[in-house]
């Protein structure tokens, strides 16, 4: 494993819109950037041991999914050939974790 952690580009925007939110509470860009750059650390240490994240189930099936929580914000990516693939960073206590679409047909088995 090369160890290599990519976002979608969907994880960019949400890391776009986290900065935003962050920025808007705090009204520094000091304190929004170390915010991302915080979270981004500790979803790409685990690019080296992709497994090593909490798994994510759904239905008593593994979804493919592994997450890092991060303060308020939880990072769901996938293992692939390269490395990680992050596709999504969401808030923890939103409704935004629908936005996964973990229905049964998209569920995968181990």
């Given amino acids: 494993m090369s160890g290599r952690a990519i976002y979608s580009p969907t994880a960019m925007r949400d890391l776009d819109r986290l900065w935003a ?3 808007e509470v705090s009204q520094s860009y000091e304190i929004a950037e170390k ?3 915080g979270l981004m650390d500790r979803v790409e240490a685990k690019a080296e041991f992709p497994r090593s994240g909490s798994p994510l189930y759904y239905e008593n099936g ?3 999914y592994y997450f890092v929580v991060y303060k308020s914000y939880l990072a769901f990516y996938r293992v692939e050939d390269h490395g990680i693939l992050i596709d999504r ?3 923890a206590k939103s409704d935004d974790l629908r936005k996964l679409h973990l229905g049964p047909s998209e569920t995968q088995s181990e």
């Fill in 89 to 91: 960073v969401l808030m």
């Fill in 21 to 23: 939110e962050v920025f």
């Fill in 35 to 37: 915010y991302v750059f």
């Fill in 62 to 64: 593994f979804t493919g």
